[in-house]
């Protein structure tokens, strides 16, 4: 059964440091994963889709990574602002299966 | 604005009561699901409709029912709940099942008194 596990479990960093969120999974046959923010009381925002054969994405100041052979992900998120405060979530995809979400990193980036 | 809408957006009731969750999308997506969350936890997968025809139920209780009416919308049929089921309801919607990106609504916030 996949296990998906993402630290810190919250962070807080002034405005303008480069930061990097880690998720691990125990099952590295995945056929995809996916990095959400949450902003408190609303759904979740999908930010980045990377399928297994892929090594990065990258949307505006955010990167992901992914090492399947380890088990990691990486969020990085450049230049941080705090409008980037939420929670962000990594949720992975194995053949066959749902998507299995990681219990998130708390992000306040202070003014 | 998301493209999945959800209504109401907040809904309190008693555990006797009848209240039903709507969920709707109009971006030609063929898989919809519902999840639970809790505060501070991850989204739980509920259940899963792919092709309006019921995929999974992840061991869900009888008093949560869902229903597929069409292609662009999902229900959640409520009744007899419990405190313990107060919680935020979200609604996604994927283009198919098999790892495709999941688009989600901004949820239904239910307390149940």
């Known amino acids: 059964k996949q296990e998906v596990t993402q630290i810190p479990a919250a962070l807080s960093v002034p405005e303008g440091e480069n930061l990097v969120l880690n998720c691990s999974f125990t099952?590295?046959?995945?056929?995809?994963l996916q990095w959400f923010r949450q902003d408190p009381g609303k759904g979740l925002t999908s930010l980045l889709l990377?399928?297994?054969?892929?090594r990065e994405q990258t949307s505006g100041r955010l990167n992901a990574s992914l090492d399947k052979s380890s088990g990691r992900s990486t969020l990085y998120i450049a230049a941080s602002q705090p409008g980037d405060s939420a929670t962000y979530l990594c949720a992975v995809h194995n053949y066959g299966q749902n998507f299995v979400f990681g219990p998130g990193t708390r992000l306040s980036v202070l003014p | 604005d998301t493209e999945v809408t959800q209504t109401p957006k907040h809904l309190v009731m008693g555990m006797t009561n009848k209240k039903s969750l709507k969920c709707e999308q109009h971006?030609?997506?063929?898989?919809m699901y519902w999840y639970k969350q809790k505060a501070k936890k991850p989204p739980e997968l509920m259940f899963v409709?792919?092709?309006?025809?019921?995929?999974i139920n992840e061991s869900v209780p009888s008093r949560f029912s869902p229903e597929c009416p069409n292609s662009s919308l999902l229900n959640l049929h409520l009744h007899a709940l419990q405190p313990e089921d107060s919680a935020l309801y979200l609604c996604a919607s994927s283009p198919g099942r098999g790892g495709q990106p999941q688009h989600f609504g901004d949820g239904t916030r239910l307390s149940i008194l």
């Open positions: 990377i399928q297994s054969s892929q």
């Open positions: 971006m030609g997506h063929r898989a």
């Open positions: 099952d590295s046959a995945i056929y995809n």
């Open positions: 409709y792919s092709y309006e025809k019921l995929s």
